[in-house]
C-alpha cells in the first residue's frame, strides 16, 4: 500500500513571498488532515477535510493561509504572504473511517 | 485544561538498555491514545494505538505501551534499545466523540541511544 505522498520535500522562501505545497493521502482515506509542526514542539493541525469538505479550520490563519482538497482525493496547502514564524514542516496526514492517521514525510518550510 | 504531556524533553540510552518514555494527559474521558515516531527528515511513524481493552499494547519494532487510567498515562517501553531507535518519539491523544481523527500532540521526547 502507497503511503501519503507529499511534495516538495524542502521549500526556502523570502519573507512575502507565496508558497504552496501538495499532499496525496492514501487511497481510499476519505479523512485528511494538515498539521504544522514547528522546530521544537508536536505537530498542531492547520485544517482536517472529510472528503472535498472542510470538517475543522479553526487553527488555520485564514489571512494568509489557504487549502483545497479537489475532488475529494489531493489537497493543496497555501501561505500567501509567508512570515518567517511560519517556518515548520507540514506534515499532511490520512485516515480511514476509525483508523489512525497516517503521515507523509513532510515539507519542511524555511522562510529568510 | 485538556493537554498531553511528555516531561522528559531529552533521554540518553546505552545500547541494549531498556526504556521507557512517559506520557501523561489530561481530558475528561479517557481518549484515544498513540504513540508516533519520527526519525531525522522524516514524517511520523505510528508505532502503537489504544483504543480499548487489555490495557498492555504491543506495537511495532519490539515497542509496547501501557495504559493507567487511575495515573491518566501512557507510558511506551523496550526492554532493548538498539542504535536505529534514535528518534523524536510524539504522544498523542484523539478525544472521544471530538472531531474526527483530530490529535492533539505531546511536545516529544529525543531518544539518544550510545552504543
Redesign the interface.
Known sequence: EAGVAQSPRYKIIEKRQSVAFWCNPISGHATLYWYQQILGQGPKLLIQFQNNGVVDDSQLPKDRFSAERLKGVDSTLKIQPAKLEDSAVYLCASSSPGGPALFGQGTRLTVV | AQS?TQPDIHITVSEGASLELRCNYSYGATPYL?W?VQSP??????LL?YFSGDTLVQGIKGFEAEFKRSQSSFNLRKPSVHWSDAAEY?C?VEPRGS?????Y????TQLTVWP
Open positions: 498531553v498513540f508516533y527528515g522524516q514524517g511520523l511513524q505510528l494505538k510524539f498523542a472531531t474526527l481523527g483530530r490529535l500532540f505531546g511536545r516529544g
